[in-house]
Nanobody, 123 residues
Framework: VQLQASGGGLVQAGGSLRLSCVASGRPFRNYPVAGWLRQAPGKDREFVALINTSGGGTHYGDSVKGRFTISRDTVTNTVYLQMDSLKPEDTAVYYC????????????????WGQGTQVTVSS
């Protein structure tokens, strides 16, 4: 399984970005849970959001609830993270991940990871 993340960039506080994570092959058949985590300099990796790519169920970290939305396109094997009302504290490298269950994604112990995309929010 290979994951390719993109869509990061520099945005002002209050702005929006959409991240994409494209999975090669048909990985979601065996690893149906995909999500995003982030890591800011000097901080631990933090869970952001996950989605069950087959059923569509979602779960969010407390710091992003109501601002971020995770979705998936099962035709293109892509998972998206729509980030609205961005804050400077959202600045981090964002990683997409995939595995078989919610715990492995939310705990940061997923088997498959993308390369990360930088999101910088200026105040």
């Amino acid at each position: 399984v290979q994951l390719q993340a993109s869509g990061g960039g520099l945005v002002q506080a209050g702005g929006s970005l959409r991240l994409s994570c494209v999975a090669s092959g048909r990985p979601f058949r065996n690893y149906p849970v995909a999500g995003w985590l982030r890591q800011a300099p000097g901080k631990d990796r933090e869970f952001v959001a996950l989605i069950n790519t087959s059923g569509g169920g979602t779960h969010y970290g407390d710091s992003v609830k109501g601002r971020f939305t995770i979705s998936r396109d099962t035709v293109t094997n892509t998972v998206y993270l729509q980030m609205d009302s961005l804050k400077p504290e959202d600045t981090a490298v964002y990683y997409c991940a995939a595995d078989s269950n919610y715990y492995k994604i939310s705990s940061g112990t997923a088997a498959f990871w993308g390369q990360g995309t930088q999101v910088t929010v200026s105040s």
